[in-house]
């Protein structure tokens, strides 16, 4: 899971999912759950640290973007969203 962390630290999983979008990871989740499969969501993988071990069940990494602003003071994002350059330079642009 190292390259998917801003530390680059951490094991592998022992299953592994990228989703795009919101409702294809919910489908997962549901999935998952059915299923009884222990799953752990991961977003960009900034400040976290995982363990060298490996993860026994799946990762769940939301690459699911957008950014929406829903008022003067308030954004709503996907966990997908870069921080730098993406989220800051859009709050930025509206003068937030």
Known sequence: MGPFTTFRI???AHLFYRASSV??????????????????????????MLADARFR???????AGGIEFLDDRRVRTGAGVAVLPDLIGATAARGC
């Open 10 to 12: 951490g094991g592998p």
């Open 57 to 63: 069940g799946r990762v769940a990494r939301s690459e």
């Open 23 to 48: 409702p294809e990871l919910a489908e997962a989740r549901n999935v998952a759950r059915d299923l009884e499969i222990p799953t752990f969501l991961l977003g960009k993988g900034a400040n976290i």
